[in-house]
C-alpha cells in the first residue's frame, strides 16, 4: 500500500489475497467529486513511476467516491490561468501523463462508474480496456467545447480511433454525454456490467490477454486517408449552427484531428487553431464564465433533503402535460388531473413518446415511467403528493378558486405551486388561507428542452417552500433561478421588449427574414420574429403590458394578424407562412448595420431594471437566467456583460474571478 493524498494505491485484491493486480482509486481530497488538480495529476505521475518500477499483472483505475469517475479537469486552475503558455503548460502535462499512461508495459483497465466527463475520459481513453456499469448515473462526453475550448489531452487522438471519427466528432463537437449501454454499443468500452460483478468483471477483463478493439477497415480508412471527407462535412455542419468567430473550439477541433493527428501542442501559435489563439479568444473567458453560473443555480437546489416521492399535477394541456411526463421520468409517481380523462389522453401520447425516446426505445423502460403517469380526473392524488403544480389557463380567478380547494385536500406539509407566467403570485395566493404555502415554479415551453426554471417568490412565500420548490427542479434535471414576484418575472420580462423591438424593424418596411437572420448571425439560437410566430400571435397580444413595455400601441402588423386568425405556427400562417412546424422563410434583404445591437438593446436594459428592481439578485443571476431561459448567445457570457454598443464582451479578470468566488465560497 503506497500512500498519497488523492489517491489509493493497492496491491491487495479486494479480498485481502495477492492476486498480482494493482489498484488505484482516484479520491480527491475534501471534495465530493473528482477533479483532475494539478496535485492529483502529479500524484498520478508517481504512482506510474511505482507501478513502472515494480509492475503489476495489471492496473485497474477506479473512483473511491461514490458521486462518480472524475468529473473532468478543475475548472478553478484553469481561470487562474493568466497567458497562453500556462495553457500550453497545462495541455502538455496531461498530454504526457496520459501518453505514460498508454506506454504501460502491463494492461490497464478503467472501471467507470458515475460520470466520466473531459480529462476523466482521456484518462479512461489511455488505458486497455474500459468497463462501465450499467447505472443511469453512469455518463461520458468530453464536453470541453461547451467552455470554449478543446480535449488537450489525447481525447482528439485517440476517441475516433477507438470509436471511428464520425461518432467522436459528433461528441466533441457537441459536449454531449452517451449513457453505459450506448458507450459500450460504439465501442468505447469493452463491458457493460452491474454494479454487483464490476470488480470480478474488471479483474477478469485486465487479466484476460483480450486484444485491443479493432477499428473496422472503413472506418480506419475515414480516419486515415479519407480524414478530409469526414471534416470538411462536419464543418459544413458546424458552420450552419455557429460562426467560427464566436465559437472557435469546434473549428479548432476538426484542424487539430485532421491536421494534427489530434495533438493541439502541435499547432503553430499563430494557427487559429493554436492553444494561443483558443486562450485568447473571449468566447473560452465567457464560456467558463457560463459554466461557473450553471453551477452557482444548480447550487440553489442543493443542501436540502427534500425528494419529492408523488407529484400532483393539474392541467393536462401542452405545458401541464409535459411537466407531469418530466416528473414521471424522473423516477417520481405522478398523479395528473384534469376535467376528463378524454384531456388527459393526449398527454399520456405524448409522454410515450417523450419516454421512448429518452429510454432509446427501452420498451421496459418506457412501460414502467407510464405506469408512474396516473391519470386522476377526479384529483384524489392531490390529498397524497409531497408537491402540487398548477398548469391551466392563466385565469386569476380559476386559479384562485382552483387552490382554495387544493389547500383543503392537500397534505399540510406538501408545497403548493402555480406555474403562471403573468399573475401576480400574491394575488392566487389571497384565496388560501395559509398564503405562505404558495410558490411559483414557472416552467419555459418546450419544458423536456428548456433547461431554466424561475422558483418564484411572492410577498409572503414560505422561506421553506421556496427551498423545496428549487429542490424538486434540480430533482427532475433542471436550474432553478429564484425570482421576485413581478410582471414577467425575469426571461418573459426581457423576452417581450426584444421582441416588440424586432416586430417594429418589420412594421418600419424590414422582412421578418431580415430581422430573424440579424439576430442569428448575432448568435441567438431564434430570430425573434420566427420566437414570436412559435409562441403564438395571441399570447404575445395577451401578454400586454410585458411585450409592450412603455409603448402602448402594439405593433401594427402583429395586430392585423391576431385580427386575420393568424397566429403563427399553431394556425400555419403567421409573420411566416408553417408547414409541418416548419417556417417557410424567402430571401434574406441587406441586414442594416446596427440592426441586431438595436434589437438587443431594450432586452439589455430590461435585465438591468430587473436587478435595479430586486426581482433577480445580482446582475450574475440576470445574465445566467436569460441565457438559459431564452438562449441568448452564450459566447458574450450574457446580456449584462455584453455591450450593445460596442458589440463587445465586458467581462475581465474581475467579473470572471467575481463568478468563481461565489461559486467557491458556495
Same mark, same amino acid.
Given at each position: 500500500?503506497? #500512500?498519497?493524498?488523492?489517491?489509493?494505491l493497492?496491491?491487495k485484491?479486494?479480498?485481502?489475497?495477492?492476486?498480482?493486480?494493482?489498484?488505484?482509486?482516484?479520491?480527491r481530497?475534501?471534495?465530493s467529486?473528482?477533479?483532475?488538480?494539478?496535485?492529483?495529476l502529479?500524484?498520478?505521475?508517481?504512482?506510474?513511476?511505482?507501478?513502472e518500477?515494480?509492475?503489476?499483472?495489471?492496473?485497474?483505475?477506479?473512483?473511491?467516491?461514490?458521486?462518480?469517475f472524475?468529473?473532468?479537469?478543475?475548472i478553478?486552475?484553469?481561470?487562474?490561468?493568466?497567458?497562453?503558455?500556462?495553457?500550453?503548460?497545462?495541455?502538455?502535462?496531461?498530454?504526457e501523463?496520459?501518453?505514460?499512461?498508454?506506454?504501460l508495459k502491463?494492461?490497464?483497465?478503467?472501471?467507470?462508474?458515475g460520470?466520466?466527463?473531459?480529462?476523466? *475520459?482521456?484518462?479512461a481513453?489511455?488505458?486497455?480496456?474500459?468497463?462501465?456499469?450499467?447505472?443511469?448515473a453512469?455518463?461520458l462526453?468530453?464536453p470541453?467545447?461547451?467552455?470554449g475550448?478543446?480535449?488537450?489531452?489525447?481525447?482528439?487522438?485517440? &476517441?475516433p480511433?477507438l470509436?471511428?471519427?464520425?461518432a467522436?466528432?459528433?461528441?466533441?463537437l457537441t459536449?454531449?454525454s452517451?449513457?453505459?449501454r450506448?458507450?459500450?454499443?460504439?465501442?468505447?468500452?469493452?463491458?457493460?456490467?452491474?454494479?454487483?460483478?464490476?470488480?470480478?468483471?474488471?479483474?477478469?477483463?485486465?487479466?484476460?490477454?483480450?486484444a485491443?478493439?479493432?477499428?473496422?477497415?472503413?472506418?480506419?480508412?475515414l480516419?486515415g486517408?479519407?480524414k478530409a471527407?469526414?471534416?470538411?462535412?462536419?464543418?459544413?455542419?458546424?458552420?450552419?449552427?455557429?460562426?467560427?468567430?464566436?465559437?472557435?473550439?469546434?473549428?479548432?477541433?476538426?484542424d487539430i484531428?485532421?491536421?494534427?493527428g489530434?495533438?493541439?501542442?502541435?499547432?503553430?501559435?499563430?494557427?487559429?487553431?493554436s492553444l494561443e489563439?483558443?486562450?485568447?479568444?473571449?468566447t473560452?473567458?465567457?464560456?467558463?464564465?457560463?459554466?461557473?453560473?450553471q453551477?452557482?443555480?444548480?447550487?440553489f437546489g442543493?443542501?436540502?433533503?427534500?425528494?419529492?416521492?408523488?407529484?400532483?399535477?393539474?392541467?393536462?394541456?401542452?405545458?401541464?402535460?409535459?411537466i407531469?411526463? *418530466?416528473?414521471?421520468?424522473?423516477?417520481?409517481?405522478?398523479?395528473?388531473?384534469?376535467?376528463?380523462?378524454?384531456?388527459?389522453?393526449p398527454?399520456?401520447?405524448r409522454?410515450a413518446?417523450?419516454?421512448?425516446?429518452?429510454?432509446?426505445?427501452?420498451?421496459?423502460?418506457?412501460r414502467?415511467?407510464?405506469?408512474?403517469?396516473?391519470?386522476?380526473?377526479?384529483?384524489?392524488g392531490?390529498?397524497?403528493?409531497?408537491?402540487v403544480?398548477?398548469?391551466?389557463?392563466?385565469?386569476?380567478? $380559476?386559479?384562485r378558486?382552483?387552490?382554495?380547494?387544493l #389547500?383543503?385536500?392537500?397534505?399540510p406539509?406538501?408545497?403548493?405551486?402555480?406555474?403562471?407566467?403573468?399573475?401576480?403570485? #400574491?394575488?392566487?395566493?389571497?384565496?388560501?388561507?395559509?398564503?405562505?404555502?404558495?410558490?411559483?415554479?414557472h416552467f419555459?415551453?418546450?419544458?423536456a428542452?428548456?433547461?431554466l426554471?424561475?422558483?418564484v417568490?411572492?410577498?409572503?412565500?414560505?422561506?421553506?417552500?421556496?427551498?423545496?420548490?428549487?429542490?424538486f427542479v434540480?430533482?427532475?434535471?433542471?436550474?432553478? *433561478?429564484?425570482?421576485?414576484?413581478?410582471?414577467?418575472?425575469?426571461?418573459?420580462?426581457?423576452?417581450?421588449?426584444?421582441m416588440? #423591438? $424586432?416586430?417594429?424593424?418589420v412594421d418600419?418596411?424590414?422582412?421578418?427574414?431580415?430581422?430573424?437572420?440579424?439576430?442569428?448571425?448575432?448568435?441567438?439560437?431564434m430570430?425573434?420574429?420566427?420566437?414570436v410566430?412559435?409562441?403564438?400571435l395571441?399570447?404575445?397580444?395577451?401578454?400586454?403590458?410585458?411585450?409592450?413595455?412603455?409603448?402602448?400601441?402594439?405593433?401594427?402588423?402583429?395586430?392585423?394578424?391576431?385580427?386575420?386568425?393568424?397566429?403563427g405556427?399553431k394556425?400555419g400562417?403567421?409573420?411566416?407562412?408553417?408547414?409541418?412546424?416548419?417556417?417557410?422563410?424567402g430571401?434574406?434583404?441587406?441586414?442594416?448595420?446596427?440592426?441586431?445591437?438595436?434589437i438587443? $438593446?431594450p432586452?439589455?436594459?430590461?435585465?438591468?431594471?430587473?436587478?435595479?428592481?430586486g426581482?433577480?439578485a445580482?446582475?450574475? *443571476?440576470?445574465?445566467?437566467?436569460?441565457?438559459?431561459?431564452?438562449g441568448?448567445?452564450?459566447?458574450?457570457?450574457g446580456? &449584462?456583460?455584453?455591450?450593445?454598443?460596442?458589440?463587445?464582451?465586458?467581462?475581465g479578470?474581475?467579473?470572471?474571478g467575481?463568478?468563481?468566488?461565489i461559486?467557491?465560497?458556495?
Open positions: 500500500m503506497s #500512500e498519497f493524498r488523492h489517491l489509493v493497492a496491491r485484491g479486494l479480498s485481502g489475497e495477492e492476486d498480482g493486480l494493482a489498484w488505484l482509486y482516484l479520491d481530497a475534501g471534495a467529486t473528482n477533479t483532475l488538480s494539478r496535485e492529483l502529479d500524484e498520478l505521475a508517481a504512482a506510474f513511476a511505482q507501478l518500477a515494480d509492475p503489476p499483472k495489471g492496473l485497474i483505475i477506479a473512483s473511491a467516491k461514490p458521486a462518480g472524475v468529473a473532468g479537469a478543475d478553478e486552475e484553469f481561470t487562474r490561468i493568466d497567458s497562453a503558455q500556462g495553457a500550453r503548460d497545462l495541455v502538455q502535462r496531461g498530454w501523463l496520459f501518453n505514460w499512461l498508454a506506454r502491463f494492461p490497464t483497465l478503467a472501471l467507470i462508474r460520470h466520466c466527463l473531459g480529462g476523466g *475520459l482521456e484518462l481513453l489511455a488505458c486497455r480496456y474500459r468497463i462501465v456499469v450499467d447505472e443511469p453512469t455518463k462526453a468530453l470541453e467545447v461547451m467552455l475550448i478543446v480535449p488537450g489531452w489525447g481525447g482528439m487522438k485517440r &476517441l480511433e470509436i471511428g471519427p464520425a467522436a466528432l459528433d461528441m466533441m459536449g454531449k452517451m449513457d453505459a450506448r458507450a459500450h454499443k460504439l465501442g468505447l468500452a469493452d463491458e457493460c456490467v452491474p454494479p454487483r460483478v464490476m470488480e470480478n468483471a474488471a479483474r477478469m477483463l485486465v487479466r484476460s490477454g483480450q485491443r478493439r479493432a477499428l473496422p477497415f472503413g472506418q480506419k480508412l480516419n486517408p479519407l471527407i469526414v471534416a470538411n462535412k462536419a464543418r459544413r455542419q458546424v458552420a450552419a449552427k455557429a460562426r467560427r468567430e464566436h465559437y472557435p473550439a469546434p473549428y479548432a477541433i476538426l484531428w485532421q491536421r494534427y489530434g495533438n493541439a501542442l502541435a499547432v503553430p501559435a499563430d494557427d487559429p487553431a489563439a483558443i486562450f485568447r479568444s473571449p473560452a473567458k465567457n464560456l467558463v464564465r457560463v459554466f461557473f453560473l453551477e452557482r443555480l444548480k447550487g442543493k443542501d436540502n433533503d427534500f425528494a419529492p416521492r408523488h407529484v400532483h399535477v393539474v392541467g393536462a394541456g401542452v405545458m401541464g402535460g409535459d407531469a411526463a *418530466l416528473c414521471a421520468f424522473a423516477g417520481m409517481t405522478v398523479t395528473l388531473q384534469d376535467q376528463s380523462v378524454e384531456r388527459i389522453a398527454a399520456v401520447a409522454a413518446k417523450f419516454f421512448e425516446r429518452k429510454f432509446r426505445g427501452d420498451a421496459r423502460q418506457v414502467f415511467a407510464l405506469d408512474r403517469l396516473i391519470p386522476d380526473p377526479q384529483g384524489h392531490a390529498a397524497r403528493a409531497d408537491l403544480i398548477e398548469a391551466i389557463f392563466e385565469n386569476l380567478e $380559476a386559479k378558486a382552483l387552490f382554495a380547494e #389547500e383543503r385536500r392537500a397534505k406539509d406538501s408545497v403548493l405551486a402555480t406555474n403562471t407566467s403573468s399573475l401576480r403570485i #400574491e394575488d392566487i395566493a389571497s384565496a388560501l388561507a395559509d398564503p405562505h404555502r404558495l410558490v411559483g415554479i419555459f415551453n418546450p419544458v428542452l428548456m433547461p426554471v424561475e422558483v417568490r411572492g410577498e409572503a412565500s414560505d422561506d421553506a417552500a421556496l427551498r423545496r420548490a428549487a429542490a434540480r430533482r427532475i434535471d433542471k436550474l432553478p *433561478l429564484p425570482v421576485k414576484s413581478a410582471p414577467g418575472f425575469l426571461v418573459n420580462a426581457v423576452l417581450g421588449p426584444y416588440l #423591438e $424586432a416586430l417594429r424593424c418600419e418596411g424590414l422582412s421578418p427574414e431580415t430581422v430573424d437572420a440579424a439576430l442569428v448571425a448575432f448568435g441567438m439560437p430570430g425573434p420574429v420566427e420566437l410566430d412559435t409562441v403564438g395571441d399570447i404575445a397580444v395577451a401578454a400586454g403590458k410585458a411585450l409592450a413595455g412603455d409603448i402602448a400601441e402594439p405593433p401594427r402588423r402583429l395586430m392585423e394578424l391576431v385580427a386575420a386568425g393568424q397566429l405556427r394556425s400562417q403567421g409573420y411566416y407562412r408553417w408547414v409541418d412546424g416548419k417556417a417557410q422563410k430571401a434574406v434583404g441587406a441586414i442594416p448595420a446596427g440592426l441586431a445591437e438595436r438587443v $438593446a432586452l439589455v436594459a430590461a435585465a438591468r431594471r430587473c436587478v435595479d428592481l426581482v433577480v445580482d446582475a450574475d *443571476l440576470a445574465d445566467a437566467g436569460v441565457i438559459f431561459g431564452t441568448f448567445a452564450p459566447f458574450t457570457g446580456p &449584462l456583460n455584453y455591450s450593445p454598443e460596442s458589440g463587445e464582451t465586458l467581462s479578470a474581475d467579473s470572471g467575481r463568478v468563481g468566488a461559486v467557491h465560497a458556495g
